[in-house]
């Protein structure tokens, strides 16, 4: 593949994930913004076949796509005043300012990370493996195999929590 | 890893030229990527086209009728006719639609149907794209067609579709799960989430085919083919179309062009899931030789054997729509979180075992020598 | 960007392309003539009763959760289902732990009725 291709394909990609997500934090409409948020997650997605993991891409479809925004569309539907939906994102200077040193400080840690990070030349694959699941099975069989275990705890936390929130809220 | 693609032979056998030519690169890559697309979408929409022929000649025996029998021999164009029809109805917009989302939902639909066709091994060496992920990639649609339901159930601002996209939501992330765990187990004796190499393990003979390898993949492939049902909304799963209750469900304010979308990524979803449970389970297109190496009437012949499996398939499932009542919506879950997740499960750690026990051999199925 | 994933961006963009385009040349041929019954949503027939944005049943927000909590744990089996036939026996016994800890969760909703349609 060419690098002119590539690169068109990169930064249609990289719109596809800003965008929607400016979209996401202005939209006056709470659906819009959750919709939104599905094709920045599609393209994060994409992003990370960029970056040569695949699996992580793909996992960021199911989990993310699958059950995140199928969650969070459930529970905009769940909630009462449905009519009400556009009053989110409302501006304020009371929000703007923190909000906005909140932003400054997490693109400072941002720049610097990008800053440190020692990044390989562009087209150059010869460090990233071609495959990543196999690597990555045997890491979580191997060296990871103690966050592996604890994982499946976490989960067990997260499932009864959530339906005794869930339940509660019933009755 | 070698690279299986249909579109790199073409790149191959056109790139001197076309670069003699003056074509600029890039181009030439995107045309030899879009005529697979192309003829793929081509070839799932005339297998929507002839599957709803099926259905209605089949529903008609069924049910002691005639069926379609006015356009053409046996009514056999119908499909084109209705596809007419459809093409010059009015495309109508309720007032009260939400008009940007409603717009939106049928692409999404579509695309994430078509996006499935990716990586079925349509036998020999015809397949797209031969993904490391392409196991994987078919729940990662499921996961993109929830959105698409949602949105236009959403949008339509109609309380039938309101109810039909969130049944159907509920319903295609519940039996995800078990379609997951079942196409696992296939993965537990193959090491591999690539379709391509899935198939070329496998061999001619049904004792070679991986329904067949050990009495949990047979079980395996019935979990997947009724979760597959479940996920594609059709009979006995299908609450969110319920014409009974919901008339049509989320797809019930759309019409003409709009229509036909949803319709299309409907019956192409069929013939794509008959096609990926006749890959994994059922042999594919294997005829004992290596597609790569065959000449080009042995592959012609090994896509013969892959339509072969897949059309008896998709015939079944329309046999199923018409035998079966429809499930209550708690039996539907119930089935689901009770019954199929811990059997799925069951049948992976059950297959586990079986592949340690003996070696990673099958009752007749041998592990290929490294 | 590896070349094998150029198809997924490609089969989108032909896929919106071929639905765009059908819907474009349609309407050169199609009746646009919508006056405001034509318009109402459809009910069959009457004229709407109520809210249509009502809210509905918790239980499919508790599917959703359990959904993503099994999602999860299917992730995680995908490596594992991948390098099985090279650890073996020893993959094996990590992954029944991984099962084990999770079906405590199962039979905990299965006891809560969070299967149950109420």
């Not at chain 2, 939501?169 to 004796?189: G, H, M, N, R």
């Not at chain 3, 508790?62 to 995680?76: G, P, Q, S, T």
Request: aromatic share 14%.
């Amino acid at each position: 593949m060419t690098l002119e291709l590539r690169e068109m394909v990169f930064i249609a990609t990289a719109l596809l994930t800003t965008l929607p997500a400016l979209l996401v934090v202005f939209s006056r409409n709470i659906l819009y913004s959750a919709f939104a948020l599905f094709f920045t997650f599609l393209g994060t997605s994409g992003l990370y076949f960029f970056l040569g993991a695949e699996f992580l891409a793909i996992t960021q479809v199911v989990v993310y796509i699958g059950g995140v925004s199928v969650i969070l569309l459930f529970a905009i539907l769940l909630t009462r005043d449905i009519d009400e939906i556009k009053k989110t994102n409302t501006m304020s200077l009371g929000r703007a300012v923190p909000g906005g040193v909140a932003v400054l400080a997490i693109s400072a840690v941002f720049i610097y990370a990008i800053g440190e990070t020692k990044w390989a030349a562009s087209g150059d694959e010869t460090g990233v493996p071609a495959l990543t699941v196999k690597p990555l099975g045997d890491l979580l069989l191997n060296k990871y195999l103690f966050a592996f275990e604890v994982v499946s705890v976490l989960l067990l936390a997260v499932l009864i929590g959530s339906l005794v929130i869930a339940r509660r809220s019933v009755k | 890893m070698e690279q299986y693609s249909a579109a790199e032979k073409i790149y191959e056998l056109f790139s001197e030229k076309a670069l003699a030519l003056g074509i600029p690169e890039p181009v030439l890559v995107i045309a030899a990527y879009a005529i697979p697309c192309l003829v793929v979408i081509n070839l799932i929409q005339g297998a929507a086209g002839m599957l709803t022929y099926a259905e209605r000649k089949i529903s008609a025996d069924i049910q002691n009728r005639i069926g379609a029998n006015r356009v053409g021999p046996f009514g056999l164009i119908q499909f084109l006719a209705d596809g007419v029809k459809l093409f010059l109805k009015e495309d109508i917009i309720p007032d009260a639609a939400d008009r940007k989302l409603f717009k939106l939902a049928p692409y999404i639909v579509l695309s994430s149907t078509v996006l499935a066709a990716i990586v079925v091994p349509f036998g020999g060496s015809f397949i797209v794209a031969d993904l490391n992920i392409g196991l994987i990639f078919i729940i990662v649609v499921s996961s993109l067609l929830v959105v698409g339901f949602l949105m236009s159930g959403w949008a339509s601002n109609n309380k039938w579709a309101l109810l039909g996209g969130i049944r159907s939501a509920a319903q295609i992330i519940s039996y995800e799960i078990p379609t997951a765990l079942s196409l696992l187990c296939i993965v537990l004796i193959t090491g591999t989430f690539s379709l391509q190499e899935t198939v070329m393990s496998q061999g001619l003979w049904p004792w070679q085919w991986f329904i067949f390898h050990n009495p949990f993949s047979f079980v395996a492939f019935f979990i997947f083919f009724v979760s597959a049902l479940a996920e594609m909304n059709r009979t006995p799963f299908d609450f969110p179309e319920a014409e009974s209750e919901l008339v049509s469900g989320y797809n019930v304010e759309y019409s003409g062009m709009r229509f036909s979308i949803f319709f299309i990524a409907e019956y192409g979803s069929i013939f794509i899931i008959s096609g990926l449970a006749a890959a994994v389970f059922l042999g594919g297109g294997n005829i004992g030789l290596d597609p790569y190496e065959s000449p080009l009437h042995m592959q012609l012949l090994m896509v013969g054997v892959f339509f072969a499996k897949t059309v008896p398939l998709c015939l079944v499932i329309i046999w199923v729509r018409w035998s079966m009542p429809r499930l209550r919506i708690d039996q539907m879950l119930t089935m689901c979180w009770k019954y199929f997740i811990p059997i799925a499960f069951a049948c992976l750690v059950a297959t586990a075992i079986w592949l340690l026990v003996f070696n990673g051999n099958g009752i007749f199925w041998r592990m290929p020598a490294p | 960007m590896p070349t094998e994933y150029l198809p997924i961006v490609i089969f989108m963009l032909v896929a919106t392309a071929f639905g765009l385009g059908s819907l474009m040349v349609g309407i050169i041929f199609r009746p646009h003539r919508p006056y405001a019954e034509k318009l109402i949503p459809y009910e069959s027939g009457n004229i709407p009763v109520g809210e249509t944005r009502s809210r509905f049943h918790i239980h499919f927000y508790i599917i959703a959760m359990l959904f993503l909590v099994f999602d999860v744990e299917a992730v995680f089996m995908y490596p594992w289902a991948v390098v099985f036939d090279k650890i073996g026996l020893y993959a094996y016994i990590e992954m029944i732990l991984f099962i084990l800890i999770l079906t405590v969760g199962y039979i905990y909703a299965w006891k809560k009725d969070a299967f149950k349609w109420d």
